[in-house]
């Protein structure tokens, strides 16, 4: 099984919601990150999870709280958000890298199909 | 500068064609290149990585890395109407999970 799956596929909140978005993998990858991806754009790092602990996040805003329950389970809850941030919500998953082999195959992301938010 | 550049296109092809496409970086502590593919309304797929310079070659896709001019390539040979896609460009650096995409370049194989 090498399937990220993501919940909900679209979702219309308004900038005063509180909303909250799923992520789901059971390759036993134990590194899990959200993308933002606005169209035509390539997709924008905003967190890591490696290890079930934060380790990179790239100065998002708080409006963007991750939260990583255990090893399968990556969320992202909204608050207040503003209407630019309206985009294509990706997951990704993949093996950390062990940082003690040069050169070693590197870790595969395994995407998620995405959920698109609307902020109204 | 943005730290990956790579031209949006798009870029139109007929069938069977020899596709090239290309990205350049500034950042010389990459040493990880991936190419993606990334269908309309679906996540990016992983197609080829290459780990520091040279070639490598699966099926129809060659990826190219040049290191020295920063400079790394993908190209499709034979290509088919179902390589219509956005093809995005990533680069890591060693031991390091934040992979950095380029632009993008749409891709359309004529029939």
């Known amino acids: 099984d090498t399937e990220v799956t993501q919940t909900p596929k679209h979702l219309v909140m308004g900038m005063t919601n509180k909303k909250s978005l799923k992520c789901e993998q059971h390759?036993?990858?134990?590194?899990m990150y959200w993308y933002k991806q606005k169209a035509k754009k390539p997709p924008e790092l905003m967190f890591v999870y490696s290890y079930e602990k934060l380790s990179i996040n790239e100065s998002v805003p708080s409006r963007f709280s991750p939260e990583c329950p255990n090893s399968s389970l990556l969320n992202l809850h909204l608050h207040a958000l503003q209407p630019e941030d309206s985009a294509l919500y990706l997951c990704?998953?993949?093996?950390?890298?062990?940082?003690?082999?040069?050169?070693?195959?590197?870790?595969?992301?395994?995407f998620g199909p995405g959920t698109r938010l609307t902020v109204t | 500068q943005k730290e990956v550049e790579q031209d949006p296109g798009p870029l139109s092809v007929p069938e069977g064609a020899i596709v090239s496409l290309n990205c350049t970086y500034s950042n010389s502590a990459f040493q990880y290149f991936m190419w993606y593919r990334q269908y309309s309304r679906k996540g990016p797929e992983l197609l080829m990585y290459t780990y520091s310079s040279g070639n490598k070659e699966d099926g129809r896709f060659t990826a190219q890395v040049d290191k020295s001019s920063k400079y790394i390539s993908l190209f499709i040979r034979d290509s088919q109407p179902s390589d219509s896609a956005t093809y995005l460009c990533?680069?890591?650096?060693?031991?390091?999970?934040?992979?950095?995409f380029g632009a993008g370049t749409r891709l359309t194989v004529k029939p």
């Open positions: 990704a998953s993949s093996q950390p890298p062990s940082g003690r082999v040069a050169g070693e195959t590197p870790f595969e992301q395994y």
């Open positions: 990533a680069m890591s650096a060693y031991n390091n999970n934040d992979m950095r």
């Open positions: 390759m036993g990858h134990r590194a």
